[in-house]
């Protein structure tokens, strides 16, 4: 699974937006998608909803991912929540795959 900084960055790769391209469509600074890229900067309630506005998903779809920890050890986790992160890995592969398509369009 994804931490919130790589999935961000393989929706952008995956839409085939440049960092700064990616930023205008937000209205954001390149230079806060390069922080959060590679996560050098917490990302901020209101990003999270300009990125879900674009993606046309409830900004809740994203939530679930900005606490991963790629450190996280999938052993201690119980068995329930090892289902949880499979289907998060699910949910990442469909917005990547799939909504990442609709910030090309607003794109100009």
């Known amino acids: 699974m994804y931490t919130f900084p790589e999935l961000i960055k393989q929706i952008r790769k995956e839409s085939e937006l440049t960092q700064n391209e990616f930023a205008n469509v937000l209205g954001v600074s390149p230079i806060l998608i390069s922080k959060v890229e590679t996560g050098q900067k917490e990302v901020s309630k209101g990003l999270v909803k300009k990125i879900?506005?674009?993606?046309?998903?409830?900004?809740?779809?994203?939530?679930?991912?900005?606490?991963i920890d790629e450190k996280e050890n999938?052993?201690?986790?119980?068995g329930i929540e090892r289902k949880l992160m499979e289907l998060g890995s699910k949910m990442q592969t469909e917005l990547i795959k799939t909504k990442s398509k609709k910030l090309k369009k607003h794109a100009k």
Do not use: M, Q, R
């Not at 999938?74 to 119980?78: A, F, M, S, V, Y």
């Open 52 to 67: 879900a506005d674009k993606l046309e998903i409830s900004p809740g779809t994203l939530f679930p991912f900005i606490f």
């Open 74 to 78: 999938l052993n201690d986790l119980t």
